[in-house]
């Protein structure tokens, strides 16, 4: 088993080392670049040349990226932003922490909602609580997350509502429940998505081991369906679960570049954004590398959990 979770995490770095790789080529791929984004149409040819030289986007891309690698490897340094000259990491921090508090905001919502709701439905499989809650998940995947964010501000904010219409004013001083208010809009956004998948896949998991032997002779001893479900069937299907729970706790972390925008959290995702309209090439990396390193740690660790719960995984054949 060691074996295996030392191959997973070895499978993640190269992954990593790859998305940088990528995300690298791509802006060299984007139109203009920092000095004519934040110098404008009218900078003279000599201004805009110094500025590249500066900031150092007149040397090669490839003496660029190994440098900003080295740096990052043994430094730990994400280096200064092309347009103000801030260091990366302190302004990062601050927004990956108000990142982290929206995407816990919605896993607490979203995680204990989607298991029961997804138990519920496979005990009462057929009935009309079970398709009410099928129908209702469908039309929620089928929502996009922004369109939620925006039809939200449209029934809860304004005056006379309980809520404010964006969440803006979000900061590292404020206290706790008026940090819960004022995300709550944004958290419920994201929920609606993936709560939706996780409980359809939780519902699926446990009926698929419904239907094996040991469960029908469990009904045929006479024990009742919610015990069968409770006590034999949901311990069994805990390894897929688990796999999709982490999946969707990851996009809950990398997929609120949208609901940030539409709410103007101050994350980073809107970080991000705003990069990519500045044509920011070093925040971008640090943004980027940033969520997919997130998305392959949580990735990894449900793949190291479900190894650990199924043992038919230790020894692939």
Known sequence: MARLIAWRIFQGVVTLFAISVIIFLLTLALPGDAATAVLGQSATPATVAAYRHDVGLD???LTRYLSWLWN???HFDFGKSYTNQRVIVDDLWPRFKNTMWLA???TLLSVPLAIVTGVTCAITEGRLSDRAANIGALIAISMPEFFVGGVLILLFTGKGMWFPPT???VTADMGFWARVFATFLPAVAMTCLVCAHMMRMT???VLSIMSTP???MAFLKGVKRS???ARHALPNAASPIISVVALNIAYLVVGVVLVEKVFT???????????????DIPVILACGLLFAAIFIILNTIADVLAIILNPRLRHPR
């Open 214 to 216: 040991y469960i029908e």
């Open 167 to 169: 969440a803006s004013n």
């Open 227 to 229: 015990r069968v479900v």
């Open 59 to 61: 040397l090669p891309p």
């Open 104 to 106: 816990s905001f919605a």
């Open 203 to 205: 519902r699926n998991s």
């Open 265 to 279: 959290y101050p994350g980073v995702g809107q970080y991000m954004i705003d990069a990519v309209s500045k044509r």
């Open 72 to 74: 990052v490897l043994v």
